[in-house]
T-cell receptor
Framework: DQQVKQNSPSLSVQEGRISILNCDYT??????FLWYKKYPAEGPTFLIS?????DKNEDGRFTVFLNKSAKHLSLHIVPSQPGDSAVYFC????????????FGTGTRLTIIP | NAGVTQTPKFQVLKTGQSMTLQCAQD?????MYWYRQDPGMGLRLIYY???????DKGEVPNGYNVSRLNKREFSLRLESAAPSQTSVYFC?????????????FGPGTRLTVL
């Protein structure tokens, strides 16, 4: 069963507009949530994270929102730039010691100039 | 700092052949991981090593073995490759492997098994 779900395989957004990527999870024991960005032929790179004690975390153009009651998080990118075109993975982990990440299936974001 | 390095970048094997994927990190991290990425499946954990001298199975360990050679190096071995192991393999490392730790990924190895 897929504990972390990204239901949109792809998303296209005009340059300068807001990109919103969504992620849902089923395991209520998840405590930390991370977003990774992946360019073709490269490994994923960490983008931003949020712990379950917060509902928002911001880093420059990137903001992650967490709604624990809905088991939903979203990544907002504003304004979107051509260099943001990549695959974005949502990941989650618990808080019991050595924690493994559970990844979603990814959303391919394309920014249209 | 090179970060996380992986060799080789590409490999083609015939069914039944064996090979070892190499991974090294120079960030003095304690935990290391091997993932595979398949279309529509995201990244799935094969094996991980919480610290030097320890290894544990992840979500999809069948057909693989690992060795944590020292703190820097973590290798993944396919003893008898199968077409189902065609995938992109990523190695990653993190400082302590605890909740919230960032994992840093290598560039990946694209493996094709014919």
């Amino acid at each position: 069963d897929q504990q972390v779900k990204q239901n949109s395989p792809s998303l296209s957004v005009q340059e300068g507009r807001i990109s919103i990527l969504n992620c849902d999870y089923t395991n209520s024991m998840f405590d930390y949530f991370l977003w990774y960005k992946k360019y073709p032929a490269e490994g994923p790179t960490f983008l931003i994270s949020i712990s379950s004690i917060k509902d928002k975390n911001e880093d420059g153009r990137f903001t992650v929102f967490l709604n624990k009651s809905a088991k939903h998080l979203s990544l907002h990118i504003v304004p979107s730039q051509p260099g943001d075109s990549a695959v974005y993975f949502c990941a989650a982990s618990g808080n019991f010691g050595n924690e493994k990440l559970t990844f979603g299936t990814g959303t391919r974001l394309t920014i249209i100039p | 700092n090179a970060g996380v390095t992986q060799t080789p970048k590409f490999q083609v094997l015939k069914t039944g052949q064996s090979m070892t994927l190499q991974c090294a990190q120079d960030m003095n991290h304690n935990s290391m991981y091997w993932y595979r990425q398949d279309p529509g499946m995201g990244l799935r954990l094969i094996y991980y090593s919480a610290s030097e001298g320890t290894t544990d199975k992840g979500e999809v360990p069948n057909g693989y073995n690992v060795s944590r050679l020292n703190k820097r190096e973590f290798s993944l071995r396919l003893e008898s490759a199968a077409p189902s192991q065609t995938s992109v393999y990523f190695c990653a490392s993190s400082y302590m492997g605890q909740a919230g730790d960032t994992q840093y990924f290598g560039p990946g190895t694209r493996l094709t098994v014919l």
